[in-house]
């Protein structure tokens, strides 16, 4: 793909040097509206926003609605009124206002300027939902069909008004707002008489969300239920709006993406890599970089405790990395999947008692594992082949006893810690790769050097 949209590029460039504005026309017009955003952001100087004028207005809409806000601002700012009004009257309230929340001041008081007066009422009430819920995320641009409604009636309905909905495959049946039931188009097709009435079609038994529900929850019902769409209901049990399928998979990127960069240590980013500044990214590592840094001391401070004995047997110091290595991705292991799980809705704080008696008997049999491999690596490899005397089996022996011990300690805190987190009202990706990995590796060291110390002096 990135070929193609290089060749493009190239063909592009071509044509507009050569002033043959319709072919770059013809060639923009097969194409999506999201291909088209990706193409016109890579082009130098002024080419992107010469061509975007040339897109026809329904693809220029959808290519608006793709691109990073940095680029969608340079073009407002160099639309006039009348091509700004466009672009607005082709966008869905969702996605007016996810423009409104990415724009500076002076850019929103013109867009608001530019929508009718119903549309902005409806930007400003979604704006007052809090931020990442179901509110928030949800446009109020949907099919509503009256109880009482003849199939007729309801399909002349969809014709006259579903252009301007963003999902009308689902129907809502609302009375006074009140959401009672749903169906589809394909049950208004087949259904056997146009006299005959919607309520006897509708499922009644609708799962809808309440509008501040976390959005993560509500994305994760899409995997869930197969929904094409999600009716959104008020605290009075009144639909407002919906929440469509593409909204959900747009939601479930920004939270994985947001946990992997937790994860890993950097603080969650908006802006794309490629888009993302050596600053930009500077600030967002170098907070974790200089905790986790920090608080290495703690191991440092246990190392220098035990000093004299590990001055009187040196070979000790050679097999700390692999214990605390083997420690920390034992922790890693148990906390992604327990993160993995909690992200997904499958464990819950109550579940803490049966993962850890899981994770105990897993780290029994990787402990054991790892224990005999590393018996047989230090006897034959640094003893044998390397000429290590100091090797001993006293010497081995603790090694593999901390060995089992550490991937045993590693993964019950790695699966412990994410669930407590999640319990305190924190995000459990903090819980993952660099914060277990620290806390594992002191602990590693301390079970080492109290065995050392107990059998070996």
């Known amino acids: 793909m990135a070929e193609l949209n290089t060749t493009l590029e190239k063909t592009l460039d071509t044509l507009l040097a050569e002033k043959k504005y319709s072919s770059v026309k013809d060639i923009l017009s097969t194409m999506a509206g999201e291909d088209v955003a990706a193409i016109l952001q890579e082009l130098p100087g002024k080419s992107g926003p010469l061509i975007f004028r040339l897109l026809p207005k329904k693809i220029a809409a959808d290519a608006f609605i793709e691109m990073e806000s940095d680029y969608q601002e340079n073009l407002i700012r160099g639309f006039s009124d009348s091509e700004l009004t466009a672009i607005l009257d082709e966008l869905y309230v969702n996605e007016a206002v996810d423009l409104v929340e990415e724009m500076p001041a002076n850019v929103v008081e013109r867009i608001l300027s530019h929508v009718d007066a119903a549309t902005r009422k409806e930007i400003n ?24 409604t003849t199939v007729g009636q309801a399909i002349s309905s969809i014709r006259r008004n579903g252009s301007d909905r963003k999902s009308f495959y689902t129907c809502y049946v609302t009375k006074n707002r009140k959401l009672l039931g749903r169906l589809s188009v394909k049950d208004l097709l087949l259904a056997k008489d146009d006299e005959m009435l919607i309520d006897e079609l509708m499922k009644t038994n609708v799962i809808s969300v309440n509008t501040h529900a976390d959005q993560e929850e509500v994305a994760q019902m899409f995997s869930k239920y197969n929904f094409m769409a999600l009716p959104v209901v008020d605290k009075e049990e009144r639909m407002v709006g919906i929440i469509s399928f593409d909204d959900a998979i747009d939601v479930l990127e920004d939270e994985t993406t947001e946990d992997i960069e937790i994860m890993a240590g950097m603080t969650p980013s908006d802006t794309t890599y490629l888009h993302s500044s050596p600053f930009e990214l500077f600030k967002h590592r170098i907070g974790w970089l200089m905790l986790l840094m920090i608080s290495a001391t703690f191991t440092g401070m246990i190392i220098n405790n035990f000093e004299n004995a590990l ?46 008696w899981k994770e105990i008997r897993t780290a029994v049999l990787c402990g054991a594992v790892l224990a005999v491999v590393c018996f047989a690596k230090m006897m034959l490899i640094d003893r044998l082949l390397l000429g290590n005397t100091d090797v001993t089996l006293l010497v081995a022996g603790v090694v593999c006893v901390t060995m089992a011990l550490t991937v045993l300690v590693a993964k019950v805190i790695g699966c412990t810690l994410p669930l407590v987190a999640k319990k305190l009202g924190f995000d459990p990706a903090v819980m993952a790769s660099p914060f277990i990995t620290t806390i594992v590796d002191a602990i590693s060291l301390l079970v080492y050097f109290g065995i050392a110390k107990a059998v070996l002096f």
Request: charged content about 15%; proline content about 3%.
């Open 125 to 148: 009430q979604i704006l007052q939902y809090p931020e990442n819920s179901a509110g928030s995320i949800m446009t109020t641009e949907y099919v509503s069909l009256r109880l009482g």
């Open 311 to 356: 001055s009187t047997l040196v070979v000790l110091t050679a097999f700390i990395p692999m214990l605390m290595d083997t420690g920390g991705n034992s922790g890693s292991q148990s906390s992604v999947t327990v993160i993995r799980s909690i992200s997904l809705g499958e464990l819950e704080f109550s579940d803490l008692a049966k993962v850890i």
